[in-house]
């Protein structure tokens, strides 16, 4: 990723959530934002045991 986000999926995953607390309403919004890749984020984090809740706005 080129996005400047972490390549740890721990650390993505913390790192995302906290950006969608703080700055973002959707992980959509994020991503384009960032220019981040969807796919590859959820992907990664999914690896890790993590799915993105879109009514809680975060990944658990």
Request: charged letters at 35%; a negative charge; one cysteine or more.
């Amino acid at each position: 990723m080129e996005t400047g986000l972490p390549k740890d999926p721990i650390l993505l995953m913390s790192v995302v959530n906290t950006k969608l607390r703080d700055h973002y309403h959707t992980l959509d919004e994020l991503c384009e934002d960032l220019r981040a890749d969807k796919e590859e984020i959820t992907g990664k984090l999914k690896k890790a045991g993590y799915e993105y809740d879109a009514v809680r706005g975060q990944f658990v």
